[in-house]
């Protein structure tokens, strides 16, 4: 799939079209802004701009559907500065406050977009906020309606030229500055410092205007460009220093011909920041001449492949605006610039009338229904239904203080089962029960009474058995874990038909806040 890329220059404007990342369609036009004869004077610029654009889809046979507009700095509002810490909620309004302070025009005269980042050395916010005129971004959004077209982004020419320095290889880590200039055309020159990828500092400056001669030749006016250039250069370094004194610049990223930059390697020589000339044909091919305009247009083309750190949205600024305030509490800025078609306003009536109608039909029948499930219903005579909410809920108390009562009865209820049958296996031979008795009342402990008799003609013998019983019921786990204490009230010998018997008494208690 092609992508374009579309440099609106101060001179001229330049159309690349690229597939993958070879250059298909690079197309150089007249900037209409330029031409002052009183004829063309009579019909306006941007209907020009329009011409020559389709004229070149048409005759070029470009069939991309979206591009990168990229735009000169005559056109934008580049600022940066720095703001405390805020709350994102807050950080519009601030940066509203702020840019105030720096632009030449009203806010509201402009459509514009920023973008924050800590700074760690001082725990601010570092802004970079980019601003264009709204008559002349509605330009730019007509064109590209014109020419069925999607705008990826309205880009800054100058951060075309981080991108482009990215295609060629080149870091973007820490405190860079990129310059790029074209003495062969009239192009504006661009010297940007970025730090990590976001831009701390730029300024754009051209050749023209410069007092000719009465003998000016060729070279002499290659000269003086070149003369002004490290003049420019002079100039930016020092408001730089002046403005970010602790941000030193590592790298000089020179992006030109290769003719003019044997006059600067002079001039850089002096200074004590290393340069590094970019090889431009490495990027572009080497079949393609240099010019500024194709860098800029190229890099703008390659936009969604070599994406940048600066996400600045000119295109959606609008947008974002409305959805900042409409956070705010301002919910109707969402409305602000949307212009109302009444054949979509009777439609989306007509669409929300149906909706509701067919909810209305939806809510009618689960009524209906209702009402039916509730005549059903088993008719419960002893709640009267005269009954109010507190009568209700005074009844449901009642009723859950039986069902907790009925519960305790099958909670903590003992059965005697598992207890009577642990004995007879306790009973050691001899030894037989004459009786037992189990009782167990509230905040009584539980009590099992043993009454037995042993016949086994020694009374030693019969002594020990009955301590063999009692050892056995303690060791039994069922009987054990409900009786803790299991004791010998008394043995004793007596006289039964005529044999003397041993006669013992055994109880087992326990208590119920034990178990």
């Known amino acids: 799939m092609s992508s374009l890329g579309i440099y609106f220059g101060t001179k001229d404007i330049n159309l690349v079209e690229t597939n993958g990342n070879k250059i298909v369609n690079n197309v150089r036009l007249p900037h209409p ?96 906020f980019v601003g264009i005129k709204k008559e002349i971004l509605a330009n730019y959004i007509s064109f590209a309606k014109q020419l069925n077209l999607k705008i990826n982004a309205l880009e800054y020419s100058a951060f075309s030229i981080l991108r482009f320095l990215k295609l060629a290889g080149f870091s973007d880590n820490g405190v860079i500055a990129s310059l790029c200039y074209d003495l062969n055309n009239d192009d504006e020159a661009n010297f940007t410092v970025f730090e990590n990828g976001f831009s701390l500092f730029s300024r754009d400056f051209d050749f023209a205007g410069e007092p000719a001669g009465f003998e000016q030749t060729a070279e002499s006016d290659l000269l003086q460009k070149q003369e002004k250039l490290k003049s420019e250069i002079r100039i930016s370094f020092d408001y730089y220093n002046r403005k970010f004194p602790d941000r030193e610049i590592k790298n000089v990223f020179v992006v ?71 956070a705010a509490g301002n919910p109707l800025a969402l409305l602000e610039g949307i212009k109302i078609d009444l054949k979509f306003l009777f439609l989306g009536v007509i669409i929300c009338v149906a909706v509701f109608g067919h909810g209305l039909m939806r809510t009618q ?42 519960d305790n009865l099958v909670k903590n209820q003992m059965y005697a089962t598992p207890l009577l049958s642990a004995v007879p296996r306790a009973l050691p031979n001899g030894v037989w029960l004459e009786s037992f008795n189990l009782t167990q009342a509230k905040d009584v402990p539980l009590e099992l009474v043993l009454n037995g008799q042993v016949y086994l003609r020694d009374g030693d013998q019969e002594f020990e058995s009955v301590n063999i019983f009692l050892a056995n019921l303690k060791k039994d786990p069922v009987f054990s874990n409900y009786f803790k204490e299991i004791t010998i009230d008394f043995i004793d010998r007596r006289d039964v038909q005529g044999r003397n018997v041993a006669v013992f008494k055994i109880t087992c208690r326990n208590h119920l806040e034990k178990r």
């Open 256 to 326: 030109s011909d290769k003719e003019s930059q044997q006059g600067l390697k002079p001039f850089f020589a002096e200074s004590s920041i290393p340069v590094k000339f970019v090889d431009t044909q490495r990027v572009l091919g080497k079949t393609a001449n240099y010019n500024s305009m194709l860098v800029k247009s190229f890099a703008a083309a390659m936009f969604k492949p070599a994406p940048l750190k600066i996400k600045i949205n000119l295109v959606g600024s609008r947008l974002k605006a409305a959805r900042a305030a409409a």
């Open 33 to 128: 802004k330029l031409e002052i004869s009183e004829l063309e004077e009579k019909v306006p610029a941007d209907v020009k701009i329009m011409a020559l654009l389709k004229d070149a889809f048409r005759s070029y046979r470009v069939n991309a559907g979206e591009a990168t507009f990229c735009i000169s700095g005559q056109d934008l509002i580049i600022r940066t500065f720095e703001i405390p810490l805020l709350p994102a909620s807050e950080l519009r309004s601030g940066v509203n406050f702020e840019a105030k302070k720096y632009i030449p025009f009203k806010l509201e005269d402009l459509d514009y977009d920023f973008q924050a980042f800590y700074n760690k050395r001082n725990k601010t916010s570092l802004v970079l």
């Open 365 to 406: 029948a689960m009524q209906q229904e209702l009402a039916l499930v509730k005549n059903k219903r088993v008719k419960v005579n002893f709640v009267p239904a005269s009954d109010n909410i507190q009568d209700l809920f005074a009844a449901n108390s009642r009723y859950k203080k039986k069902i907790e009562a009925l």
